[in-house]
């Protein structure tokens, strides 16, 4: 699926949602890769069963006007937020992703548009990549993971080594001064009581925004 909806931690297309009577209006993720320059363990693309058996597997990335072809028969209605996902890291295309919040701001003005990133795309791009997003995103959720390069690169095995955590805390600060809203993320089920509050530190010290969520992707 390039399109859809989450409840309870599946997936709907958006006509399955509507079908199922699932409450709306609800985010609506968009799937542009199943690509990530990270390796996180408990990253969902890992699981053998579930990367076969899930629908946002997908077979080939789509166009950007595939996407725009889906978004043309979207139920606004039924939508509160459109969210940037799935089951791989959606800065690895950046340029799509650009197009995309472009013709969502043009065609859907009043739409809220998040990106849930890894943060590690001006690693992936070789320059700073924040500006792109000025007046096309509202909110960007930057996945921190941990406390500590070290921590964070035995959870995320990322393909840029050690210094990929910095990047990630450097990102964020970048995009503060484009993006109105941009917190940082660490999984409850992931981190002890003691990480989440050194996350916490770690964030007030650099004045970023930490949000504490439940497992899920
Ligand atoms: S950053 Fe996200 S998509 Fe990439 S490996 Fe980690 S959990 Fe999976």
Redesign the pocket.
Known sequence: MIVYMVDGGKYFSLDDALKLGLQTPRGLYINLTNR?????V?????TKEMMKGSSLWLEREPTVEEVIAELRAVPWSSVSEVVFCG???PTLRLAELIELLRWLKKNQPSMPTRLNT?GLGELAHGREIAADFEGLLDVASI?LNASTAEKYFAL?RSTYGIGAFEAMLTFAEHMKKFVPKVVLTIVDKVSPPEEIERCRQLCSARNLTLRVRPFE?
Not at 36 to 40: E, G
């Open positions: 990530c320059d990270n390796d996180c408990f990253c969902l693309r890992r089951f791989g890291e890894n996945s995320t992707k």
